[in-house]
């Protein structure tokens, strides 16, 4: 596992963006598997640039994202849906058809879940898997637990995670208690991953992360087992190590 530690999240952004600019290069066709909350925006917001400038081209490109809440619809101002709508496809030269994203209102969630695992298969695999991290060293939401879940599932979500993702609901009553997440095989069958971290709210995951034994109590540390896992951190994420 590498460790780069920058000054600024958007240095991070800028970070990650260029890694990924350069997979597109070695192989326009790659496979990417995608994250939403704040930690990628920085990312996004790079590589909208670097499409718009001609350096990073999306047409080939197909994508994967990690997860999806429960039972809101597509069109819902929190789905994770329109959060990668808006964030970066509706910006990019993407095909539609090359995006997926876990379906929350699948008549049969297992079904869909394992269905979604096959897709990455049949697509080849992920080439790079970008992540956020919680407060809680969840990556997905593979949440704090006795056991590393290998599929994508039907996970409940974790109080810690419920507050710490209310801050883009109404109000934390109205944040979904269920969501679907790729599993740690799924993640980790990735050929590299990419962990993006930022903010002081983030130090004490990272150094679990990276310092404590390989546990599912904080499913991050399950990447130091990875053959290339890259940690991008702002000094403020780093400040634990
Ligand atoms: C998002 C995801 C989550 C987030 C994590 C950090 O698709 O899977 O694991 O990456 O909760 O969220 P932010 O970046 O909002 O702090």
Partial sequence: MEIRV?????????????????????????VLGLATGSSP????????????????????????NLDEYVGIPESHECSYH?????????????RRE??????????????????????????????????GIGRNGHIGFNEPSTQFIYGCHVVSLSDSTI?????FF???????RQAVSLGIGSIMNARQVLL???GSDK????????????????????????PDAVFLLDRAAAAQL
């Fill in 203 to 226: 130090a004490d995951a990272v150094r679990r992360a990276i310092r404590e034994d390989v546990n599912p109590q904080i499913q991050a540390s399950i990447l130091r087992t990875h």
């Fill in 82 to 94: 329109r959060f990668m709508n808006e964030q970066l496809f509706s910006h990019v030269n993407i």
């Fill in 6 to 30: 920058f000054d600024t999240a958007e240095q991070v952004g800028q970070a990650a963006a260029v890694l990924l600019a350069a997979q597109l290069l070695r192989k326009p066709d790659s």
């Fill in 98 to 131: 090359a995006i997926h994203v876990p379906d929350g209102n699948a008549p049969n969630l297992e079904e869909s879940a394992a269905a979604y695992d096959e897709a990455i298969r049949k697509a080849g695999g992920i080439d790079v898997q970008l992540l």
């Fill in 163 to 167: 507050d710490a993702n209310k801050r």
């Fill in 170 to 176: 109404a109000s934390e009553a109205d944040v979904p």
């Fill in 41 to 64: 925006i920085p990312t996004y917001t790079c590589l909208i640039d670097l499409n718009r400038r001609g350096v990073v081209d999306f047409s080939q490109v197909t994508t994967f």
């Fill in 196 to 198: 993006i971290a930022t």
